[in-house]
């Protein structure tokens, strides 16, 4: 695609907007260590999917500073049109920069659908974008349709972090603003010979309001209470080397804690042994190392969203809470584990 | 210096089952307590009226059935709380609430500091203190751990990827916190007794506005409808992995990188 075919498609694109009354579906790109943020390709992709439905075209939008070499990676992935603001005072994300260039530039264009990654800079920008254009804002949207009829966008939301999702819309207010969760939707192909012409934009330098004052190295955060912990690794009597289970706990970024026969091997506190009389936890991943898993501990754990056992005996209960079972003995399977993992 | 905190409540997840199979929510216990996050915001602006003198008020983060999330700020240390009365929204919405809010924080005669959650338990709502901000005209600071106020600056502690920073901001501003940012206090009991009497000077201080007196009757129209829910596919249990330890651990480590939290 050479720019003058672009132009020509550019300008089918006024018409298109008139005639529909929309501008398009825009994604705001994330920049992270000078590449795209794969949310991005990842909303480009879903972005295709509705523009296919919609008649609509697919934008992307780079701010940063040497960032404009990207955009090929961006019409690559599904964009129609990219559009760069490339600038030094664009170097490093601050609200009010970003905002003055992405508010000026949708406020020109009418976009109907505006996507950002939920990112820390997406969940910043999003709802201001937001605000400012009289639009509707669905956060995190897991899964995305339409509904023709009114060319609105129907999101799944995840709900207590994914329990359950619930179907949003925002049927009146426009554009449609969504954030989308990074991993949710598929990368999409990556077409190498799909190029394009980016438009820059002119900027105007804007100073952010929110200084950064250094490394707050005299800060710790509080620590989360087990109940809490979105990881937990536990060990049992089978465990074999505690020292493993910890290394296993540190390599996901997870909690340690065991059961009563981890106590009584002297392993972990009272405070930490996970058992309906003691702690109940409901993690997003559970790893039970070597714990036979009694009627007490099982009822303790049920509610996790994902539980590893690991346990020589075949027989063990806890295989039938566990999600994935591997019969051998921890010792085993701990090591292979760690360096699976890379640690 | 006047600090508004924004409360709101979410029904606790230890009460309700999710059953995919049926298709259905059950709630066992239906019991609410306080949004996390908020909970922090309302412990950092107890600690800054503690550390510069400040009047704390609290306002709703939902058009809410009842004034309990406000009645326990008061009762822990909130100096002021308004009720807004309304028909609640069939989904906490985020952008309706923002335009009550901004009337009711008019009709309060402002503020100099807005805190509130980063983001709700429930829906992962964090769209309510950036609105603000940008209806104000205000800086934010999003997903505080921390802030303290000197010299009309709020400085904070955010997160920067794996570390830490501080960062500051003129006042007025919106700052946000996470859920877990600061071990909260407890309300007092004297208090929580005196306030559900309605006796004292702590139960004159809780108001009620209405939302139909504060906007305009079409400002309370829902930006946000469902159209439906879904559930995750049921959980396959007792997966049986099978080969030699290495081929177990590669597959178990796989299995963990997808689900870790990110
Ligand atoms: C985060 C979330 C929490 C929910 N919590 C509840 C709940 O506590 N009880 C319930 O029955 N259904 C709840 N639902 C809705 C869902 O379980 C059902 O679709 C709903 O109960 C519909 O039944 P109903 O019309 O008879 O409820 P209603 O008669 O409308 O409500 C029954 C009771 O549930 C409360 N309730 C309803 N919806 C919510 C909500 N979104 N958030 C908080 N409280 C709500 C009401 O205050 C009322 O006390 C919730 C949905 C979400 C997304
Ligand atoms: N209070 C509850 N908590 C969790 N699951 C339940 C509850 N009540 C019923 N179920 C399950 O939900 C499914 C449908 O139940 P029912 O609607 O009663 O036919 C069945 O699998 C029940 O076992």
């Known amino acids: ?343 | 210096m006047r600090i508004i905190v924004i409360l709101g409540r979410v029904l606790d997840p230890r009460g309700i089952v999710v059953n995919p199979r049926a298709g259905r929510i059950f709630v066992n216990r239906e019991e609410y307590i306080l949004q996390p996050a908020d909970r922090c915001a309302l412990e950092a602006a107890l600690r800054i009226k503690e550390a510069v003198g400040a009047e704390v008020v609290a306002l709703p983060r939902t058009l809410l059935p009842d004034d309990d999330v406000l009645r326990q700020a008061l009762a822990t240390g909130a100096d002021r709380a308004v009720y807004i009365a309304g028909q609640p929204a069939a989904l906490p919405d985020d952008g309706l609430m923002a335009r009550v809010l901004l009337a009711a924080i008019e009709r309060l005669g402002g503020a100099d500091l807005i805190l509130t959650g980063a983001t709700t338990m429930d829906t992962g709502q964090g769209q309510l203190g950036p609105r603000l901000a940008e209806a104000l005209g205000w800086p934010q600071i999003v997903g505080a751990w921390t802030a303290e106020v000197a010299d009309g600056r709020v400085r904070a502690v955010r997160q920067d990827g794996g570390s830490f920073v501080w960062v500051e901001a003129p006042l007025p501003a919106v700052v946000t916190f996470v859920p877990g940012a600061l071990k909260p206090r407890y309300p007092d009991g004297r208090r929580l007794i005196n306030i559900y009497k309605g006796v004292g000077e702590i139960a004159a201080a809780l108001e009620r506005w209405e939302a139909k007196d504060l906007v305009a009757p079409e400002a309370l129209t829902p930006m946000l409808e469902r159209r439906g829910q879904d559930f995750p596919p049921e959980r396959e249990r007792g997966v049986r992995l099978s080969g030699t330890p290495e081929e177990m651990a590669r597959a178990a480590a796989d299995a963990l990188r997808a689900r870790l939290p990110r």
């Not at chain 1, 298109?16 to 480009?44: H, K, Q, S, Y």
Request: hydrophobic share 50%; charged share 20%.
């Open chain 1, 1 to 343: 695609m050479d720019a003058s075919f672009l132009d020509l498609l550019m300008a089918q694109q006024e018409e298109v907007t008139e005639a529909e009354g929309g501008g398009g579906i825009w994604v705001v790109a994330d920049v992270v260590n000078g590449a795209v943020a794969p949310v991005t390709l990842e909303a480009i992709g879903a972005a295709r999917n509705l523009a296919g439905a919609l008649g609509a075209y697919v934008y992307a939008v780079l701010l940063g500073d040497g960032v404009s070499d990207l955009a090929a990676t961006l019409y690559q992935a599904g964009a129609d049109g990219v559009r760069v603001a490339d600038h030094p005072a664009l170097a490093s994300f601050a609200v009010e920069p970003y905002l003055e260039v992405l508010v000026d530039l949708f406020q020109a264009e009418g976009p109907e659908v505006i996507l950002f990654g939920a990112t820390p800079q997406g969940q910043e920008l999003a709802p201001r974008v937001a605000q400012r254009l009289g639009g509707g804002l669905i956060e995190h949207a897991t899964a995305m349709t339409l509904d023709e009829a009114t060319r609105t966008v129907q999101a799944a939301v995840p709900i207590y972090g994914g329990e359950y999702f619930e179907i949003v819309a925002c049927p009146q207010a426009r554009p449609q603003v969504l954030t989308v969760e990074p991993g949710a939707f598929p990368a999409p192909f990556m077409d190498p010979y799909r190029k394009g012409e980016p438009k820059s934009i002119e900027v105007a330098p804007v100073e952010p309001r929110v200084r950064v004052l250094g490394p707050a190295g005299d800060f710790t955060p509080p620590s989360v209470p087990l109940a809490q912990a979105p990881v937990i690794v536990a060990a049992g009597r089978q465990a074999g080397d505690f020292g493993l289970v910890e290394k296993l706990a540190a390599a996901l970024g997870g909690r340690v804690a065991g059961d009563r026969g981890a106590r009584d091997a002297g392993w972990i506190g009272p405070e930490q042994i996970i058992d309906v009389r003691g702690v109940t936890v409901a993690p997003k991943v559970y790893v039970a190392v070597g714990i036979r898993g009694d009627t007490f501990h099982n009822a303790a754990i049920e509610n996790s969203r994902f539980i590893l056992a690991i346990h020589p005996d075949p027989t063990a209960p806890i295989f039938r809470v566990a999600d994935l079972c591997i019969e051998a003995d921890p010792r085993e399977v701990l090591p292979a584990l760690l360096q699976a993992l890379g640690a």
